[in-house]
């Protein structure tokens, strides 16, 4: 029916990976929901339990998030006693954040949601390697 098959739903690459990030999404929520945890409040946390603290501008880059996502995701963790947020003395524009005893403990108890996850996924392991490596080659190449 229509004469530009370019704009057909089934040839585009932005579909099956917008449709499948909203999926694992959704499958991560009933797991992070016992930790009070959204998914992207979960993904800045792994990022602290890596690094152990973190800028407020180097979570953003890591995270591909902007100051606008991330300033209202902070405070809520922050609420939660996750993670506290300290002013540098000399320039306060500057914000670490820093696990508390509270987030670090989390990690232990968090430690089985990947493999949860992964058992729901139904992938083979070397496809998921395949994915992984090619969904970073893309990711690198708009970096800016």
Do not use: H
């Not at 409040?41 to 690094?51: D, F, G, N, P």
């Not at 209202?72 to 609420?79: D, T, V």
């Amino acid at each position: 029916m229509s004469d530009y098959p370019q704009l057909k739903l089934e040839n585009q690459l932005c579909f099956p990976l917008y449709a499948v990030s909203k999926e694992i999404i959704r499958r991560y929520k009933p797991l992070l929901e016992p930790y009070g945890l959204t998914y992207t409040q979960y993904i800045t946390m792994m990022v602290l339990w890596e690094k152990g603290s973190s800028s407020v501008n180097e979570l953003g880059e890591k995270l591909l998030l902007d100051s606008g996502t991330l300033t209202p995701l902070l405070k809520k963790l922050e609420a939660k006693e996750y993670i506290s947020r300290d002013r540098d003395s000399e320039d306060e524009r500057k914000v670490t954040v820093n696990l508390t005893a509270t987030g670090k403990a989390l990690q232990s108890q968090i430690a089985d949601v990947p493999i949860k996850l992964g058992n729901c996924i139904p992938i083979k392991k070397d496809d998921v390697k395949v994915m992984y490596e090619l969904l970073y080659k893309v990711l690198e190449n708009f970096k800016d």
